[in-house]
């Protein structure tokens, strides 16, 4: 299928549609583009933003912390920050092409990188978007049983002893999140899920608040701030294995701001002008931005005070498992709902590509297209139920058979930095505004892309080495202690 048979409707056209034949809802009740009326505003789109940034992502940036040092850390996250806020504002400008109250609206990421790039780009971009999407979705099942293991063994240790091995599989936990999503992934689409951000929301600055909280408690324990100005010394760790590490602390770190993919997504939630949903868009960026960079300076510099060079891979699991093992508990148990609700937040455009294709190939498909009618309003739709459920299968196998959190996290953080958050929407800004090749912005942006190409590259290969390393001692479904 060529990009422009995927452009010719909405990504989540179905509902509506039936809605039309069925003569439901006037004039009054649609948007420009004859869809039901957009409802999204500048705080549902701040819960989308924050439930996919402030993901299992900020339990590993103590950990990042400590392989760069007080110097090298923060300033790396305050870059990465920077970066992702000016790259998303070049990108909401995209989400119209033309005019920014009046011009056509390009549903999805995929759709903006169509109308302003073309050819072989808009492939290559959809390819990227949703194979990504698909390794967050693995990367999420996997953080979840992590925590679900450590509220299990929580409660092993305060009921047994701390003598007590209390083995635990991750595996059941895994069944269990997955089982879960099965039955979310029946909600049709984006803007259904508003609710289940603004509790994954809630739920991201509890954990987080409890991480850092207990990263004070342990720092004043310790009588002091612990760590150094370069990180994890060479000699604790071998030359090679600090330079792995590093680079794998850039890809933890970008994998923290990883939003872009989902951006255009989002936009496509907020009601219509005016204001623009740019300007809207823009607003919900920064305060997004601002309020996770502010939660991630303080967990990932509190963390790394607190353990030093000794900072866990997970900032929750240095506490140890035994006092206060109930606040923990809490902590955990936030963890999970939040992935629970950001799984979706990742998951719904990969969702409506695919449904959206099927569509469009067998237009005269029952299976495909029909959809039956169920108590409460909900429609049914039988491919819906078989490739979303088929899909949350297929990810959650994946994650059993490789749960390596911290590596598989900055792999992740790595492949999608660069094109998708920087990339095109340079380039879809640099043709939105007619930059002339050689400008003096032309050399500007042209320049940060390559420089963020540059730290993907090396994010990539430093989180390729962790994977090969742990696969070499990896027994899958065996029970760990």
Same mark, same amino acid.
């Given at each position: 299928?060529?990009? +422009? ?27 420009? #583009? ?35 040092? %007080? ?18 504002? !070049? !990108?909401? /400008? ?16 995929? /759709? ?9 780009? @808009? ?23 992590? *925590?679900? &293991? ?23 936990? &895994? ?13 049709? /689409?984006? #803007? ?53 590490? *590093? ?14 993919? @989902?951006?255009? $997504?989002?936009? #496509? ?9 740019? =300007?809207? &868009? ?33 900032? !929750? ?11 923990? /508990? ?24 695919? +449904? ?7 237009? $005269?498909?029952?299976? @495909?297209?029909? $959809? ?16 979303? *459920? ?16 911290? #590596? ?9 930095? %660069?094109?998708?958050? @920087?990339?095109?929407?340079? +380039? ?5 505004? =007619?930059?002339?090749?050689? *400008? ?7 320049? !940060? ?33």
């Amino acid at each position: 299928m060529g990009a +422009e048979k995927y452009h010719q409707q909405p990504a989540f056209a179905p509902m509506d549609v039936v809605a039309l034949e069925h003569g439901n809802g006037g004039s009054e009740c649609r948007d420009d #583009d004859g869809r039901l009326k957009r409802t999204g505003t500048l705080w549902t789109a701040s819960a989308h933003i924050v439930t996919a940034v402030i993901g299992s992502g900020v339990l590993s940036l103590a950990w990042a912390i400590g392989q760069l040092g %007080w110097v090298a850390g923060p300033i790396v996250m305050l870059l990465f920050s920077f970066v992702t806020y000016y790259t998303s504002v !070049l !990108l909401a /400008d995209c989400y119209r092409s033309g005019d920014p109250i009046t011009g056509k609206r390009n549903y999805s990421y995929m /759709d903006a990188v169509h109308a302003y790039l073309g050819g072989v780009k @808009v492939k290559l971009c959809g390819f990227i978007q949703y194979a990504n999407l698909f390794g967050v979705a693995i990367g999420y099942t996997i953080a979840s049983s992590i *925590s679900m &293991m450590a509220i299990r063994r929580s409660n092993c240790f305060h009921e047994k002893g701390h003598q007590n091995p209390c083995h635990a599989s991750s595996t059941p936990y &895994m069944i269990i999140f997955g089982v879960l999503e099965i039955f979310l992934s029946q909600i049709p /689409d984006f #803007d259904q899920i508003w609710w289940l951000s603004i509790v994954a929301a809630v739920m991201s600055f509890t954990y987080s608040s409890i991480g850092l909280s207990l990263g004070i408690v342990q720092v004043v324990a310790n009588g002091g701030f612990k760590g150094s100005l370069t990180g994890v010394s060479v000699g604790t760790v071998s030359p090679m294995k600090k330079v792995w590490h *590093s680079l794998q602390a850039f890809g933890d770190i970008a994998f923290a701001y990883s939003f872009s993919l @989902v951006l255009i $997504e989002i936009q #496509d939630t907020i009601k219509a002008p005016p204001p623009s949903e740019a =300007k809207v &868009m823009k607003k919900a960026s920064f305060v997004s931005i601002v309020t996770t960079t502010l939660f991630y300076m303080l967990c990932g510099c509190m963390g790394y005070a607190a353990f030093g060079d000794q900072a866990p891979s997970n900032l !929750l699991t240095g506490f140890g498992f035994y006092n206060p093992f109930w606040l923990l /508990d809490v902590a955990n148990a936030a963890i999970v709902i939040h992935l629970v609700g950001a799984y979706q937040v990742f998951c719904q455009p990969l969702f409506a590509f695919m +449904e959206k294709w099927a569509s469009s190939a067998w237009p $005269e498909s029952g299976f @495909v297209t029909r $959809e039956i009618s169920l108590p409460l309003g909900y429609r049914l739709s039988l491919f819906r139920l078989a490739w979303r *459920s088929a899909f949350v299968v297929l990810t959650t196998v994946i994650s059993m058979l490789m749960p390596f959190f911290n #590596d598989v996290v900055g792999l992740l953080g790595a492949l999608g930095f %660069w094109p998708l958050t @920087v990339y095109f929407p340079v +380039e879809m800004y640099i043709a939105q505004k =007619k930059i002339p090749r050689w *400008s003096t912005r032309w050399v500007c942006l042209q320049m !940060l892309s390559m420089a963020c190409l540059a730290i993907t590259v090396a994010a990539a290969i430093g989180s390729v080495a962790g994977i090969i390393t742990d696969l070499q001692i990896y027994r899958p479904f065996k029970s760990s202690s």
